[in-house]
């Protein structure tokens, strides 16, 4: 068991991705590899919905048609997340920033708290991320994995959360892996790249 004392500021990476980019299947790997805790946002705001009633129907709506909900109850529940959490110090937070409101509210709110990473993206065809959402649809239950909402999911994707991903780009803290190959193949990669990134 590890506990935190107030000096210490866990590790956090953000994977990013568009919806059926595999993020959450690769971070589930990764918590193993690494033995990280994996949290994904949309997660978080799903489970919400059954929890939160002050933001169930804001949740509801913005899910359901593929918009980025208000960063506050997103970092609330990621804070909570983080910090109750006690079995590591390192987080691959699954889905999050999405958008600048996302970033900036992170920065003002967390970044002093945690120790920044680095940001993974998975860069995956469209026709993939519809074959592969198509096919979970017909288990996972999720309001939004049908073809109405996706477009709309893909619509954030390259309007809002595409400038989070170059913004990081610039920055150097970027590391981007093709999303299409097989689910070994991707794992392999990010952890190459991982370690190659921050060995340098
Ligand atoms: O990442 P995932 O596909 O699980 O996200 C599902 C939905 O959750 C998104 O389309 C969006 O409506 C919501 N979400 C959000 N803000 C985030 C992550 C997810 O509003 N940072
Ligand atoms: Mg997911």
């Not at 994977?15 to 790997?29: N, R």
């Amino acid at each position: 068991m590890y506990k935190f004392s107030t000096l210490r500021k866990p590790f956090v990476y953000f994977i990013l991705g568009g919806p059926g980019s595999g993020k959450g299947t690769q971070c589930e790997l990764l918590s193993k590899n690494l033995k990280c805790v994996h949290l994904s946002a949309g997660q978080l705001l799903r489970n919400a919905i059954s929890n939160d009633s002050e933001h169930k129907s804001t949740i509801e709506n913005c899910i359901n048609s593929g918009r980025i909900v208000p960063s506050h109850v997103t970092i609330n529940l990621l804070d909570k997340a983080i910090f109750e959490e006690q079995s590591s110090e390192t987080f691959l937070i699954d889905g999050f920033p999405r958008n600048y409101e996302n970033m900036e509210n992170w920065i003002a709110l967390m970044d002093h708290k945690i120790t920044f990473k680095s940001v993974i993206h998975i860069l995956c065809s469209r026709a993939t991320m519809i074959q592969r959402i198509t096919e979970r649809s017909k288990t996972s239950g999720r309001s939004d994995d049908n073809i109405q909402t996706l477009e709309k999911r893909f619509i954030t994707y390259q309007n809002d959360t595409y400038k989070i991903i170059e913004h990081y780009r610039n920055r150097k803290q970027l590391i981007e892996i093709n999303g299409d190959n097989s689910i070994e193949t991707v794992q392999g990669e990010i952890l190459e790249s991982l370690k190659k990134h921050h060995s340098q």
